[in-house]
């Protein structure tokens, strides 16, 4: 039964440009969410999505935005990147409590 | 004041002893609390989480909550070098008539032999 998976794995864009991450949730699992980490810190809730719409969005501006597809994967784009921009992008699944993580997405602006 | 606060660490306890992590939330009306385990270079795993006052116990993790005190914490017994990791808290915090995640910053602990 196969987890959570992200892709890609690494990635290093240039400032201004734009990027999509993606994310396919574990089997079963219907609700996916999005975070960043920086290093030394706390995951950063971006948003959810459930149902192919977003239900629910943390303190980030709108040049983050996603997509669920009616298979429940999901996408992250970030327009006009910044520096501040890279991070650890994490994807997790749930089905009720608990999320599970994938691997993650390491995004390097340079 | 931040939302969830953790101590960054690194807390080091000898292997076998009991290690107690704590954390403290800001917003009274949060629910549902985590802990997650998060490995150097990997990705978060929920050990477990808690939604009542008191104790729970999975295996060698109990996790405990108070409301009225703002606060949630996790004992490992019988600590393993193995559980060298970073331990993060999570509350779902109220946000515009919804819950939102919140992860506090993580504690390190260094379990060693």
């Known amino acids: 039964d196969a987890g959570v998976t992200q892709s890609p794995t690494h990635l290093i864009k240039t400032r201004g440009q734009q990027v999509t991450l993606r994310c396919s949730p574990k089997s079963g699992h219907d609700t996916v969410s999005w975070y960043q980490q920086a290093l030394g810190q706390g995951p950063q809730f971006i948003f959810q999505?459930?149902?192919?719409?977003?239900?629910q969005r943390g303190n980030f501006p709108d040049r983050f935005s996603g997509h669920q597809f009616p298979n429940y994967s999901s996408e992250l784009n970030v327009n006009a990147l910044l520096l501040g921009d890279s991070a650890l992008y994490l994807c997790?699944?749930?089905?009720?409590?608990?999320?599970?993580f994938g691997s993650g997405t390491r995004l390097t602006v340079v | 004041q931040k939302e969830v606060e953790q101590n960054s660490g690194p807390l080091s306890v000898p292997e076998g002893a009991i290690a107690s992590l704590n954390c403290t939330y800001s917003?009274?009306?949060?629910?549902?609390f985590f802990w997650y385990r998060q490995y150097s270079g990997k990705s978060p795993e929920l050990i477990m989480f808690i939604y009542s006052n008191g104790d729970k116990e999975d295996g060698r993790f109990t996790a405990q909550l108070n409301k009225a005190s703002q606060y949630v914490s996790l004992l490992i017994r019988d600590s393993q070098p193995s559980d060298s990791a970073t331990y993060l808290c999570?509350?779902?915090?109220?946000?515009?008539?919804?819950?939102?995640?919140?992860f506090g910053r993580g504690t390190s602990l260094i379990v060693h032999p």
């Open positions: 917003d009274r009306g949060s629910q549902s």
């Open positions: 999505y459930y149902e192919e719409e977003e239900r």
């Open positions: 999570a509350v779902n915090r109220p946000s515009g008539g919804s819950y939102i995640p919140t």
């Open positions: 997790a699944s749930n089905y009720g409590e608990g999320r599970t």
